[in-house]
């Protein structure tokens, strides 16, 4: 168990929809970072939080948005749902953000959009 | 930007033989991590390396920071069953303002292990 929280673990849904994925960090981190994991691309970084603010972007659509809460769970806001948004959704979290914390990551939410 | 080169994509072993994959750059890196992931989970942290040349071990794992910083290897030593799973290499450029800047992923290798 690696202490990263992620719900749901699973979730179906329209396009057009649009849905919050949820992520409790270990206890005592203070960063957290959002994964899209697709069969065709890998582990793709999305976005990462450190203590409330935005740290680094990476590939995250623009119908994609997220946050980090004072009391460090995060969400994760995908809108406008597409077909090609269906991927396993991984929240991980660190200590620091200093490049030397190695991530620990969640067990995913598995996302399809029908 | 960035990318990594994870080979192979994909072995068929039998129990008790050793295993070997790597990953390669295009770009210098500063860390590399090795992660398992099983079915239905999220990756696992296997080895971490900080420095160029390292060489470190946990149990039968043994992986292996390259001189160049632009690739790493893990070996796997008499494989089990319960060693089936994907593992990814990463690699993290640490910028210059000393920020957490993002990984990167491999594709990732698919490991079989025959009983």
């Known amino acids: 168990d690696s202490g990263v929280t992620q719900t749901p673990k699973h979730l179906i849904t329209a396009t057009g929809q649009r849905v919050t994925l949820r992520c409790s960090p270990r206890?005592?981190?203070?960063?957290v970072y959002w994964y899209q994991q697709s069969l065709d691309q890998g582990l793709q970084f999305l976005i990462q939080?450190?203590?409330?603010?935005?740290?680094a972007k990476g590939n995250i659509l623009e119908r994609f948005s997220a946050q980090q809460f004072p009391d460090l769970h995060s969400e994760l806001n995908l809108s406008s749902l597409e077909l090609g948004d269906s991927a396993l959704y991984f929240c991980?979290?660190?200590?620091?953000?200093?490049?030397?914390?190695?991530?620990?990551f969640g067990n995913g939410t598995r996302l399809t959009v029908t | 930007g960035q990318q990594l080169n994870q080979s192979p994509q994909s072995m068929f072993i039998q129990e008790g033989e050793d295993v070997s994959m790597n990953c390669t750059s295009s770009?210098?890196?500063?860390?590399w991590l090795w992660y398992k992931q099983d079915p239905g989970e999220g990756p696992v942290l296997l080895i971490a390396?900080?420095?160029?040349?390292e060489l470190t071990s946990n149990g039968r794992l043994t992986a292996q920071f390259g001189i160049t910083r632009k690739d790493s290897f893990l070996n796997i030593s008499a494989s089990i069953p319960s060693d089936v799973g994907i593992y990814f290499c990463?690699?993290?450029?640490?910028?210059?303002?000393?920020?957490?800047?993002?990984?990167?992923f491999g594709k990732g290798t698919l490991l079989t292990v025959n009983p």
């Open positions: 390396l900080y420095k160029a040349g």
């Open positions: 939080y450190y203590n409330g603010e935005e740290r």
């Open positions: 206890s005592g981190d203070l960063s």
């Open positions: 991980a979290s660190s200590v620091g953000d200093t490049g030397v914390s190695p991530l620990h």
């Open positions: 990463a690699g993290q450029l640490q910028n210059s303002g000393g920020s957490n800047y993002k990984l990167t």
């Open positions: 770009s210098i890196f500063n860390t």
